[in-house]
């Protein structure tokens, strides 16, 4: 997939969930932006240095909850897609992101094609 250079901002606070999502992303052609709160992520939007074209974000975290922090995305108005990640039961009942990509059950492992997927579609969405 190559989407042309595109910003994704990762928010969770597993690093490692965090970082394998990076890894992935920047072999798709990505660039990216790794945050393990929602706090930070909510700090460093707030200043306007950086404007993603996409945000994906955990839903369950310590510090801020994901949901909380895409209320507060959505708060500050800025209009980039979200995509949620976690357990399916979590993620779907949210209505305010674009697409949701699940975690597994066995190993809290992260659907890569699933979330590729989410990605390309709210990329080519009008």
């Known amino acids: ?71 507060s995305v959505r708060e500050m108005r800025f209009p980039c897609p979200i995509i949620a990640i976690g357990y399916q039961e979590v993620i779907d009942g949210l209505d305010n992101v674009q697409e949701r990509a699940y975690k597994s059950r066995e190993n809290s492992a992260i659907n890569d094609a699933m979330l590729l997927r989410a990605i390309e579609s709210v990329m080519t969405s009008p």
């Open 1 to 71: 997939m190559n989407m042309g250079q595109k910003t994704v901002l990762i928010v969770d606070d597993d690093r490692y969930t965090a970082e394998w999502i990076s890894i992935l992303l920047r072999w798709e052609g990505f660039d990216t932006l790794t945050c393990t709160s929602g706090r930070q992520a909510v700090q460093l939007l707030q200043t306007g240095k950086y404007l993603p074209d996409i945000i994906i974000t955990a839903i369950v975290m310590t510090s801020m909850s994901g949901q909380k922090f895409i209320c």
